[in-house]
Nanobody, 124 residues
Framework: QVQLVESGGGLVQAGGSLRLSCAASGRTFVNYRMAWFRQAPGKEREFVSAITWSDSTTSYADSVKGRFTISRANAKNTVYLQMSSLKPEDTALYYC?????????????????WGQGTQVTVSS
């Protein structure tokens, strides 16, 4: 059974940094893409960043480009999201998700596995 477990969220002041982790288990992910989404209260779930397991091809939402960095550690089956220069508008529940390659990485409905989420709160 596939499990995605997020960690690393918390409360941080604007301008600060956090690193989120997503530990994946239950299958081989070599032909998969891993992504981070976020959802703020009253808003739709939105794409943040994605990375392929095979060659580390990355993509980012415009709102986080230059501030967030996604990476993976294959040996640990773990994906990271390093978040810097955080803003209050980054406050949300952050989810890790996985999808098969060949699908649109920015569309939540194309992901078949999701974690439970980790809360990130950025104070002004």
């Amino acid at each position: 059974q596939v499990q995605l477990v997020e960690s690393g969220g918390g409360l941080v002041q604007a301008g600060g940094s956090l690193r989120l982790s997503c530990a994946a288990s239950g299958r081989t992910f070599v032909n998969y893409r891993m992504a981070w989404f976020r959802q703020a209260p009253g808003k739709e779930r939105e794409f943040v960043s994605a990375i392929t397991w095979s060659d580390s091809t990355t993509s980012y939402a415009d709102s986080v480009k230059g501030r967030f960095t996604i990476s993976r550690a294959n040996a640990k089956n773990t994906v990271y999201l390093q978040m810097s220069s955080l803003k209050p508008e980054d406050t949300a529940l952050y989810y890790c998700a996985s999808q098969q390659l060949g699908l649109d990485p920015r569309v939540p409905a194309t992901y078949n596995y999701w974690g439970q989420g980790t809360q990130v709160t950025v104070s002004s």
